[in-house]
């Protein structure tokens, strides 16, 4: 049988079961009032339809119509957790526009505080207040960017919602402490793993001494930085090439990297080129990171809210 090659993966799919997907997935699309649909109720859709392999043609619907389907049907895209149609997608990239708004203005108001972080000492003597606080706003409005891409890497079927919090703004702890996104992924009904992400703009050994440290309390820890390259490959080689001891560290150091590309109008497109490798956290230093993002567990349910008394009237 004929196999279509597809450029991105560099691997090959059966058309036909490909196009049976296509059809599914636009199918579920038009019956959905929002015009949005799960990838989990894909699966399912697809399983019932004892279609064979529906988590591997799932991943080949998110990347499928964007190299071009050329059947003439409507168009879908992936975000996050879901697919969408093409206008619900774009709904979706204007409420991401306005949520990195928010997250500008947000880090803005917490950077009239103490600085924290924003003054490594390889920067410090050349880099003005007022330059500092503009690289923290653009750190921020990355990180909105970023959100759906966790949600999309640590969906999985034993929680029924994906917990990503930007906590750019929280500053609980000390440099070393205060990471810029955080998602639990719920493995299993009891087990989770803490993802940790530092966002930085420059590719420096500051920023790898931070992401390392969170190695102590998170299972997994990504350095997320911006590219010039639209591809994974390229953007590998970019960092590489800006400084190749430290790129070589950071993959034997076992952590994950997402490549940034900033396109029109100062949206990003970001993608992983390098994943990160589970560690060994230290309990009391997990305890701590607890303590200081515990609105964030209370709402993924790994910790009760703290209870209320009241006063006997």
Known sequence: MTESFNENTGTSMDPARLATGA???????????EGVVSTQSVRKELEARNIPEAL?????????????????QPRWHHL?????????????QRNQEEGAKQAEA??????DGPVGDEIPDEEADVTAPRERKKRRREEARLGA???????????????????VFDVHAARGGNDF??????AIHWRSAKVIDIVTVEVKLKFTAFLVQQARNYTRFSERVWIALPVDATTS????????AQDQLLFEHVVEAGLGILACHRGRGGAYDVFPIHWPRRNVVDAREREELVKRYRPQFEESGVIPPIARSYPKL
């Open 177 to 182: 402490e205060n990471v810029d996104l955080l």
């Open 56 to 72: 591997e043609l799932i991943a080949r619907l998110k990347i499928y119509d964007h190299v071009g389907a050329g059947d003439g």
């Open 23 to 33: 059809e599914v997935l636009r199918e579920m699309l038009a019956r959905s009032r």
């Open 145 to 163: 960017y970023i959100v759906p891409v966790l949600e999309e890497l640590y969906d999985d079927e034993a929680s029924p919602e994906s917990y």
């Open 233 to 240: 490959r390229d953007a590998a080689m970019e960092l590489r």
């Open 80 to 92: 996050g957790r879901s697919f969408l149609t093409e206008e619900r997608y774009r709904d979706a």
């Open 106 to 111: 947000a880090d803005e108001a917490a950077a």
